[in-house]
């Protein structure tokens, strides 16, 4: 089934950081991040578990597939320090829908998140 959107090449979400997709072999360290967002959670309940990582790393809207999804990781280093999950040609053929975005607290309040938002977009218009 054609999504009308082209396949996007990931390390090009980020003029900074090094990004590539996420699996479960990176659970662990999806966990940790997460877990340090507690501010988060206190308004987006439950609380994350390695079982909700996990199936959040395969949840599809209706009518799409696997080669839509890119549950990515941005990182500096070694360390991960954001987590993006983006579907391409949802909920229309010529558009992206983020369904979810964390950055490390220790990035938050620098325009770490804005910054790759902004990569993100301009890695999806080209």
Aim: aromatic share 12%; net charge negative.
């Amino acid at each position: 089934m054609s999504t009308g959107v082209l396949d996007v090449e990931i390390s090009e979400f980020s003029k900074t950081y090094q990004v590539r997709r996420l699996g479960r072999d990176d659970v662990d360290a999806i966990y940790e991040l997460c877990r340090e967002n507690r501010i988060f959670y206190r308004y987006h309940e439950p609380f994350v578990t390695k079982e909700s990582i996990l199936d959040d790393m395969e949840a599809l809207p209706p009518g799409k597939s696997r080669k839509d999804k890119y549950y990515v990781g941005f990182f500096d280093g070694g360390s991960l320090v954001a987590i993006m999950d983006l579907i391409l040609g949802y909920p229309e053929a010529d558009s992206a829908w983020m369904g979810w975005f964390i950055l490390s607290p220790a990035c938050q309040g620098r325009g770490a998140g804005s910054g790759i938002l902004r990569d993100v977009e301009a890695a999806l218009r080209a």
